[in-house]
């Protein structure tokens, strides 16, 4: 499912989520949801692409929440809102699935909807005097559990309490403070911030991203050093291509050049 309220572009090795709804400050709607887990896919599949960025294109915003003019259509029965919930989840976990490193670019608004876009990637950029909300309860919903577990991870117990119970407006200082946000940069520079980072990313062993992904994923399911899964994972990075390229480059004293596995 496409939508020309969110698109892809591809360079350097570099794969961009664009969210492409200016008007409303890229709120985002039911179209925008359903189009996510095809764009991550193609990235993925792509040989080319080694690094995924999202941001918000020319909107001034990332994402100022969902769509709310959508909230009559969507919540009219058990069975839509139902429908909503599983579209968002399904978008969500595309993107804190794929196996390529993914970074959120955030310039503007990043509220609702937009943090939870945000925390499923693995690195956060923000522009300084950015502003951040999660705001379920000031519209007497919940915010989901998956979201829940993720804003945990990055802020801890207390502060995620502080943020859902609040619905407060908060801004990329204290974001960063909090473990919200990974990296600060200057107001506006958030995007060539990632562009930057993917690039040095890049240049790293996909094969090593994608388990290491899998590893910090496997830390929640319980997996130690002695977990079966564990081992052979560990073992399984002596035997692909990218560990003897990695380092024969490095007693060689020469830049990796890195297969894609």
């Given at each position: 499912m496409n939508s020309s309220r969110i698109y892809s572009e591809i360079s350097n090795g570099i794969g961009e989520l664009i969210l492409n709804k200016p008007e409303k400050r890229n709120a985002l709607s039911s179209d925008m949801w359903g189009a996510i887990p095809e764009l991550i896919a193609e990235f993925q599949e792509n040989r080319d692409v080694k690094t995924v960025i999202i941001h918000g294109g020319t909107a001034g915003a990332f994402a100022a929440g969902a769509d709310i003019s959508e909230f009559e259509s969507i919540y009219a029965t058990a069975e839509s809102a139902a429908n909503s919930a599983d579209l968002i989840s399904n978008a969500?976990?595309?993107?804190?699935?794929?196996?390529?490193?993914?970074?959120?670019?955030?310039?503007?608004?990043?509220?609702?909807?937009?943090?939870?876009?945000?925390?499923?990637?693995?690195?956060?950029?923000?522009?300084?005097?950015?502003?951040?909300?999660?705001?379920?309860?000031?519209?007497?919903?919940?915010?989901?559990?998956?979201?829940?577990?993720?804003?945990?991870?990055?802020?801890?117990?207390?502060?995620?309490?502080?943020?859902?119970?609040?619905?407060?407006?908060?801004?990329?200082?204290?974001?960063?403070?909090?473990?919200?946000?990974?990296?600060?940069?200057?107001?506006?520079?958030?995007?060539?911030?990632?562009?930057?980072?993917?690039e040095q990313i890049g240049l790293n062993s996909l094969w090593s991203h994608g388990a290491t992904k899998r590893s910090f994923k496997a830390v929640n399911e319980g997996w130690t050093d002695k977990t079966a899964e564990a081992k052979a994972l560990f073992l399984e990075s002596f035997s692909n291509e990218d560990f003897e390229e990695g380092y024969t480059a490095f007693l060689g004293k020469r830049p990796a050049k890195f297969t894609y596995c």
């Open positions: 969500l976990t595309s993107i804190a699935e794929c196996r390529k490193p993914v970074i959120a670019a955030i310039d503007g608004a990043c509220v609702g909807g937009g943090v939870s876009v945000a925390l499923a990637a693995d690195i956060r950029v923000a522009g300084e005097g950015s502003r951040f909300a999660v705001t379920p309860a000031k519209l007497g919903l919940v915010y989901p559990v998956d979201d829940t577990r993720r804003l945990i991870e990055a802020v801890g117990v207390p502060a995620a309490k502080d943020i859902l119970l609040t619905g407060r407006l908060f801004l990329t200082e204290e974001a960063f403070r909090l473990g919200l946000v990974t990296r600060m940069v200057a107001a506006g520079e958030a995007l060539a911030t990632a562009r930057t980072l993917a």
